[in-house]
């Protein structure tokens, strides 16, 4: 059932509003290792550091019910491994290149904790960085899941 209210539109599942979850897992054990209530449409934004052009990366997804939506990936310059293909919408600043267009869904995540540089995940206010939640080289696989 879905209702609309002053404060929003909410699905209920069984008589009970759903409600969706940002959460890392540890990628062998399956261990919760962060777990944040989120709302469809929150944006999060993920930096690191590009390991071979060395240039900082900010990628920013749009929580959905199916998953994460990439909205759009930034970074100071082209390099290897950095989107430069065709189909895709630039825009150019004096700091910065922006690529769009994706029009991609990841269900689920999956990243390395990186071991030499720091990597963070920004929802909102709050600042979540990855290599204070387990060791250098963890798979860490990142889901929006409904309760």
Same mark, same amino acid.
């Given at each position: 059932?879905l209702v609309i209210t002053a404060a929003g539109v909410f699905l209920f599942k069984g008589g009970h509003p759903s409600v969706y979850y940002l959460s890392f ?28 052009d060395a240039t900082p990366i900010s990628a920013v997804f749009k929580i959905r ?18 989107? $430069? ?24 995540? $999956?990243?390395?904790? $990186? ?18 939640? $387990? ?13």
């Amino acid at each position: 059932m879905l209702v609309i209210t002053a404060a929003g539109v909410f699905l209920f599942k069984g008589g009970h509003p759903s409600v969706y979850y940002l959460s890392f897992y540890e990628g062998r054990s399956e261990e919760i290792l962060y777990r944040q209530q989120v709302e469809i449409e929150d944006i999060l934004i993920l930096n690191y550091i590009h390991s071979a052009d060395a240039t900082p990366i900010s990628a920013v997804f749009k929580i959905r019910s199916d998953g994460l939506y990439l909205v759009e990936e930034k970074y100071s310059w082209f390099g290897a491994g950095l989107e $430069a293909g065709s189909g895709y919408q630039f825009s150019f600043d004096n700091k910065d290149v922006t690529v769009s267009g994706y029009d991609r869904v990841f269900e689920e995540l $999956a990243l390395r904790i $990186a071991r030499t540089v720091p990597q963070e995940m920004v929802l909102g206010d709050q600042v979540i960085v990855l290599n204070q939640l $387990a060791p250098g080289g963890t798979l860490l696989i990142i889901r929006v899941v409904q309760h």
